[in-house]
């Protein structure tokens, strides 16, 4: 992940090992964090982490489902 925003609850990842783009997805009250098989938050996810994300798209937005976050 390279980049949160808090206020607008959202973030930005980069696409694995920099192939391909950044996205910026969504969070959502519908979105499920995974730390390692177990039930995370929000506040698991953090610049530098490596996360795998479901999403789906909503008008013009990525909306992360499920964010698996994978560690630094």
Aim: aromatic share 6%.
């Amino acid at each position: 992940m390279t980049a949160r925003n808090d206020v607008a609850r959202n973030f930005t990842a980069a696409a694995r090992r920099g192939r391909g783009r950044a996205s910026t997805y969504q969070v959502t009250d519908k979105t499920r964090f995974v730390v390692g098989g177990a039930p995370g938050s929000w506040r698991d996810v953090s610049i530098g982490t490596a996360v795998q994300v479901r999403w789906h798209r909503a008008g013009s937005q990525r909306v992360a489902d499920i964010v698996g976050i994978m560690g630094k």
